[in-house]
């Protein structure tokens, strides 16, 4: 009953989120990145659940992007990325496993931040963050670390080392 209730839980999000991003048009990079904030702040907490949710909202964020709404540069920089977003966000979305949600992730980032790179996803700073211990990187919108990879067990482990604007 109870992965039935989530099931639902996790469809509804899905049709809602699918409904608010048709509507933002070229509002999408920035709630693109928001739903990737979300998640990331999921994983801090090791919350499975949480994650996976907040993966099938960004989901939808990815898939709502209209590329006829993008530049000719921003465009292909976004087609060469959405199916490797695609498939992280839905391999997040689908597992109720922390460690296999994170291994997903850190490609997830890797993508987020070409992306970020490459497109200007939002005005405000977007901090690239790096866990020595894991190897791995992510994104954060703070500057205080919070490392999606370890949870509370090693919470500030890691550093800023790059700021895009």
């Known amino acids: 009953m109870k ?4 099931s639902l839980l996790m469809l509804a999000m899905f ?8 509507q933002q048009g070229d509002n999408a990079f920035p709630q693109l990145l928001n739903s990737y ?6 994983l801090v907490s090791s919350d499975a659940n949480i994650a996976a949710s907040k993966a099938t909202v960004l989901l939808s964020a990815v898939k709502a992007v209209d590329a006829k709404k993008l530049s000719e ?8 990325l959405k199916d490797k977003l695609v498939l992280d966000a839905e391999h997040i979305a689908e597992s109720k496993d922390v460690d296999h949600q994170r291994d997903h992730f850190s490609t997830l980032s890797t993508n987020v ?5 490459a497109v200007k996803l939002t005005d ?5 963050d790096y866990c020595p211990m894991k190897k791995m990187y992510w994104l954060s919108d703070e500057q ?6 370890y949870g509370k067990s090693m919470l500030t482990c890691g550093k800023i080392t790059e700021t895009i604007k």
Not at 3 to 6: P, Q, T
Not at 144 to 149: G, Q, R, S
């Open 3 to 6: 992965k039935l209730f989530l």
């Open 15 to 22: 049709f809602s989120a699918n409904h608010l991003f048709a």
């Open 37 to 42: 904030y979300d998640v990331k702040n999921a």
């Open 73 to 80: 540069k921003d465009k292909k920089a976004f087609a060469l």
């Open 113 to 117: 931040y070409a992306l970020a790179k």
């Open 124 to 128: 405000k700073p977007v901090y690239y």
């Open 144 to 149: 205080a670390i919070k490392n999606p990879y």
